[in-house]
C-alpha cells in the first residue's frame, strides 16, 4: 500500500499517500494511538489494528483519553504547584489537544519542552505544529537508546540538567521489550535528573489474579498489540514501581489514572481498561 508520493497527510482521504519515510503498509503505535484519540493522522491500517482492539476492549479510546488527562493534570501540577520550567516529554506521540507544551507554556511561556519520539510521523507533524515556538522542539530518537537523548544537541540547547527537570514518559515504557532493559533505561533517565526533578510514567498493567477477568483481558490485549506492533508488555505493579527507583511517589501513588489527582467535575468512565492502565509521578530529593 505505500507508495512513494511525497505528502504530508492532511487525514484519511490521503491514505494512500505518504510522507518521506512514512511506511503506511505497516501500522504505528503514534497512529493507532491517534486513531483512539479521534484523531486524523492515521492510515487505514492503523485503524485495522484499531478496530481488533476494539473488539477486545470497547473502551480502548476512554483509556487514550484518560492518558491523556493525566498528562494534563500531572503537567499542570508540575508547573503550577512544583515550579518546573523545563520537560523532556519521551514517546510524545502526535500532536493532539492539551500537549505538554500548551499546559506548561499556558503557567509560564518561557518554559522549554523537548519532545523526543521515534516515529518520523512525529517529528514532521510536531514540526509542523510548533514552528513558531522557540522555547520547544520536537526531535527523532530512540527511548532504548537513552545516551542519543541526553547527549542531542537540541536537549543540550534547551535543557539545563543543572536545574529540575519533568521527565515525562506516558505510554512508552510499555513499549520496551523486556529483553530492551526497561529497567536499565528508566534508571539512566532517572540518574540524568538532577535533584528536585520529577518523573512522571503512565503504563499498561496487568494486575494479576486478584483480578482474573481483567488479567484475561491484559493478555489478550498483550497478544494482539505484540502480533501487530511489534511491541506493548503489561506489567505487574511491582514492575511498574521498579520504574521510579528511589525516587519518592507522590499521593497517591501509582493507580488507575483516573485515580491520580482528578479534577472534581471529571467524569471517569470504568471500563474494562481502568485497572490495566495505571501512572505516577515521583520527586527526585
Ligand atoms: C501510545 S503513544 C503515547 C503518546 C503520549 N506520550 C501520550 O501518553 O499521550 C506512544 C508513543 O511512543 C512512541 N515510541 C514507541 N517506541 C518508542 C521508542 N523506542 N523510542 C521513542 N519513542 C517510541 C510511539 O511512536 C508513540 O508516539
Given at each position: ?8 497527510s492532511?487525514g484519511?482521504?490521503d491514505?494512500?499517500?505518504?510522507i ?7 501500522p504505528s503505535?503514534?497512529?493507532v494511538?491517534?486513531?483512539?484519540l479521534?484523531g486524523?493522522d492515521n492510515y487505514?491500517?492503523d485503524?485495522?489494528v484499531g478496530?481488533?482492539t476494539?473488539r ?8 487514550g483519553?484518560?492518558?491523556?488527562a493525566?498528562?494534563?493534570?500531572v ?5 503550577a504547584?512544583?515550579g518546573?520550567r ?6 510524545s506521540?502526535?500532536?493532539t ?6 499546559v506548561a ?5 518561557a ?7 521515534n ?7 510536531g514540526r509542523a505544529?510548533?514552528?513558531t515556538n522557540?522555547s ?16 542531542h544537541?537540541?536537549v543540550e540547547?534547551?535543557i ?7 521527565l515525562l ?6 513499549h520496551?521489550n ?13 540518574e540524568?535528573?538532577?535533584s528536585g526533578?520529577?518523573?512522571?510514567l503512565?503504563?499498561f498493567h496487568n494486575?494479576?489474579p486478584?483480578?482474573p477477568?481483567?488479567?484475561?483481558q491484559a493478555?489478550t490485549?498483550?497478544?494482539l ?12 505493579r511491582?514492575e511498574?514501581l ?5 525516587l ?8 488507575p489514572?483516573?485515580e491520580?489527582r482528578p ?5 471517569v ?9 495505571v501512572?505516577?509521578?515521583a520527586h527526585?530529593?
Open positions: 500500500m505505500a507508495d512513494d508520493d511525497q505528502h504530508v492532511e484519511p482521504a491514505d494512500e499517500r505518504a518521506p519515510r512514512i511506511d503506511t503498509s505497516k503505535i503514534a497512529r494511538y491517534d486513531f483512539f479521534g486524523k487505514a491500517i485503524r485495522q478496530e481488533a476494539l477486545i476492549a470497547p473502551d480502548a479510546p476512554a483509556a483519553r484518560s492518558n491523556r493525566f498528562l494534563r493534570r503537567v499542570r501540577h508540575l508547573a504547584e512544583a518546573i523545563q520537560f523532556l516529554d519521551i514517546g506521540g502526535l500532536p489537544q492539551g500537549n505538554v507544551h500548551e507554556q499556558g503557567v509560564d511561556p518554559t522549554r519542552v523537548v519532545y523526543v519520539d516515529d518520523p510521523i512525529v517529528l514532521v507533524h505544529l510548533l514552528a522557540g520547544t522542539t520536537v526531535i527523532e530518537a530512540d527511548v532504548r537508546d537513552p545516551e542519543s537523548i541526553l547527549n544537541p537540541a540547547a534547551l539545563d540538567f543543572d536545574q529540575p527537570v519533568g514518559m506516558f505510554a512508552i515504557l510499555h520496551v523486556d529483553d530492551e532493559d526497561p529497567q536499565g533505561i528508566a534508571a539512566r533517565f532517572r540524568a535528573l538532577p526533578s520529577y518523573m512522571a503512565s503504563h494486575p494479576g486478584a483480578m477477568e481483567v488479567s484475561a493478555s490485549a498483550e497478544k498489540f505484540n502480533e501487530n506492533l511489534g511491541t506493548g508488555r503489561w506489567r505487574t511491582d511498574i521498579s520504574y521510579f527507583g528511589d519518592r511517589l507522590l499521593d497517591p501513588g501509582l493507580v489514572l483516573a491520580w479534577d472534581p467535575d471529571a467524569i468512565e470504568r471500563g474494562i481498561t481502568y485497572h490495566t492502565f501512572g505516577g509521578v527526585k530529593p
